[in-house]
């Protein structure tokens, strides 16, 4: 499986980010898509995620109502727009995938990429 990430950056807080993923070289049937994040000294933080079958969606305490995901099965690409940012979200940004039809854990994910909010 390889994941090519983007839209990673700095902003000030308030302000918004999008990030995007692309998924591929995999032919699994069901499967989800997602994010974590780690801050430095940090542990990993699970964030979202999307089913592929139903597109449910799920997400961490820390970004409900801030983030949202969503996907284009078309393009295998996972997107998480994050809107009202604060410094605390700075972290770097995983894309996951989790086999079968649910969000618990994630079996594979991506290089990563920087998210940096200041205050």
């Known amino acids: 499986v390889q994941f090519v990430e983007s839209g990673g950056g700095l902003v000030q807080a308030g302000g918004s980010l999008r990030l995007s993923c692309v998924a591929s070289?995999?032919?699994?049937?069901?499967?989800?898509l997602g994010w974590f994040r780690q801050a430095p000294g940090k542990e990993r933080e699970w964030i979202s995620c999307?089913?592929?079958?139903?597109?449910?969606?799920y997400y961490g305490d820390s970004v409900k109502g801030r983030f949202t995901i969503s996907t284009d099965n078309a393009k295998g690409t996972v997107y998480l727009q994050m809107n009202s940012l604060k410094p605390e979200d700075t972290a770097v940004y995983y894309c996951?995938?989790?086999?079968?039809?649910?969000?618990?854990?994630?079996?594979?994910w991506g290089q990563g990429t920087q998210v940096t909010v200041s205050s």
């Open positions: 996951t995938l989790t086999l079968g039809r649910t969000c618990e854990g994630y079996d594979y």
């Open positions: 070289g995999f032919t699994f049937d069901d499967y989800a």
């Open positions: 999307i089913t592929r079958s139903d597109g449910s969606t």
